[in-house]
Each structure stands twice: as C-alpha cells, then as structure tokens.
T-cell receptor, first 113, second 114 residues
C-alpha cells in the first residue's frame, strides 16, 4: 500500500529557531516528491524534488531528497511567526487511471515570538 | 489573473442528503483535481479531470462522483452523505494533466454533515 508519513505531527518553536521536518514514503513508481505550505485553506507549492542529493533552496527554506532511503527533509532556518502553518509532503507516482498523488497528514508548525 | 474559486465556501447538510460542490479553475487551465482533507486522514486524492474526461480516480466509494464541463469548470457530487464525509474539499487546477508541481489550489469548501 502506498503511503507517506510525516513527522513530527506538530512542533512549537521560538522565532529564530531552525526546524527540520521529515517525510518518509513507500510509493511504487515514484516520480517526484513535493512540499506544500498550508496556512489557512489553500496549500501553496514550495518545492518539487526528483533527484537524490540535490538541495532545493528558497530563502530560508531548503529541502533535499534521499531516494535510496525513501525520505525527504524540509529545513526552515531563522523561523518567523509567518512560517506558522501546516507543511504537507506529497509523493507523485506514475500510475494510469488511479491515484497518483499521495499526501502525508502534515506537520503543524507553530512559531511563537 | 483570478485564482481558483470554489463555491460554496461552507455547507451544512444532514446524513442521507446529497451535495454538489463547484470549482472554477484559473483561466486557461484544463486540468482540475479534487481532494478531501480530514484531520485523521490528511489530504486524499479524489479524482482528476482533463478536457471533460476523468483521468485518475482515488480510492473513494461510488457515492463520490464528478464531472467537468467544456469551460473546464468542475463539479463534485456526494450522494447519501455520511458523518465521515465532513471535511474540507479542495480543488486544484493546472494547465496540463499530471503536473502536480504546477497545481494551484482553491480555498476549499468546508462541508459539515450532521
């Protein structure tokens, strides 16, 4: 059964801290791994990773994929209150006619001033 | 450019009723996907439509159905509602099918089944 597991489920940190969010997966016919940020309702796209070991970076956020160990991490440095959100990891698979995008349940990050 | 819009934003129904949710994609986008989000299960894929044809379908019972119109607008229908159908229903649009990284999500419809 295809599944994506995120940890921790929730995290509370102080502004300025660095956090690491984890995503492990067991999905056949892997195509890509995606990270989203969900603040209120609509998730917004952060990164797409397809190759192992290549870090994607956007400002204070970065992410890397390990296709051998089947996991990815999302790092946020110098956290700000605006980083408070649910962070979703999803794995896209190559499947015809069936579900091809599997989400984890998310990590709820709370950044306190 | 207007974003993905979903109507209604909130809905309260009772068990056994049916409901229809609507999604208008970003102009020019031809692919629409639907997701159900609950605290316990997270975000789960329902189905994807492209050019009025269902391309992919998630593991949901037949009570969940959808369609897409020629203007790319999509509707999702849930019949014989159950308490467990209470969830946030999100739709997402993209230019082409099967391009998860270019999906734009709508604000969702919050459905409460009593």
């Amino acid at each position: 059964e295809d599944k994506v597991v995120q940890s921790p489920l929730s995290l509370v940190v102080h502004e300025g801290d660095t956090v690491t969010l984890n995503c492990s997966y067991e999905v056949t016919n892997f195509r890509s791994l995606l990270w989203y940020k969900q603040e209120k309702k609509a998730p917004t796209f952060l990164f797409m990773l397809t190759s192992s070991g290549i870090e994607k970076k956007s400002g204070r956020l970065s992410s890397i994929l390990d296709k051998k160990e089947l996991f990815s991490i999302l790092n946020i440095t110098a956290t700000q209150t605006g980083d408070s959100a649910i962070y979703l990891c999803a794995v896209e698979a190559v499947k015809t006619g069936a579900n091809n995008l599997f989400f984890g349940t998310g990590t709820r990050l709370t950044v306190i001033p | 450019k207007a974003g993905v819009t979903q109507t209604p934003r909130y809905l309260i129904k009772t068990r056994g009723q049916q409901v229809t949710l609507s999604c208008s994609p970003i102009s020019g986008h031809r692919s629409v996907s639907w997701y159900q989000q609950t605290p316990g299960q997270g975000l789960q894929f329902l189905f994807e439509y492209f050019s009025e044809t269902q391309r992919n379908k998630g593991n949901f019972p037949g009570r969940f159905s959808g369609r897409q119109f020629s203007n790319s607008r999509s509707e999702m229908n849930v019949s014989t509602l159950e308490l467990g159908d209470s969830a946030l229903y999100l739709c997402a649009s993209s230019l082409a099918a099967g391009t998860a990284e270019t999906q734009y999500f709508g604000p969702g419809t919050r459905l409460l089944v009593l």
